[in-house]
């Protein structure tokens, strides 16, 4: 099992910037990607960005050049897997509830773990 624990949600005007941050605890060397996907009200989910193993980042089309993603690495010496969100020059339509997601593979088989999501309101 792993749980994610996020923090760093809120409320910011336009134009200014918000910091997200997800700890991952439990089974550190399974996780391969984390990223961010975010819902606003009456909305599917979507990806807003997210980071493989290997560093390759992907980015949701809407966020391009205003958002960055960082990860940390498990090791032997500290267990910790933790991804980061780094939100620029923020506008009205990023308001919505942003999700960190794990992806493990084990044995072969992937799985999808999610935190509870943060709120982000951005207004005008």
Known sequence: ???????????AQAGRSLRLSCVASGMPFSITSMG?????PGKQRELVADVNQSGTTNYG???????TISRDYASRTDT???VYLQMD??????TAVYFCNAHLLVRGQGYDFW???TQV????
């Open 1 to 11: 099992q792993v749980q994610l624990a996020e923090s760093g949600g809120g409320l």
């Open 115 to 117: 935190g509870q999501g």
């Open 89 to 94: 020059s923020l506008k009205p339509e990023d």
């Open 80 to 82: 910790k897997n933790a």
């Open 61 to 67: 089309a809407s966020v391009k050049g205003r958002f």
């Open 36 to 40: 961010w996907y975010r819902q606003a």
């Open 121 to 124: 309101t951005v207004s005008s």
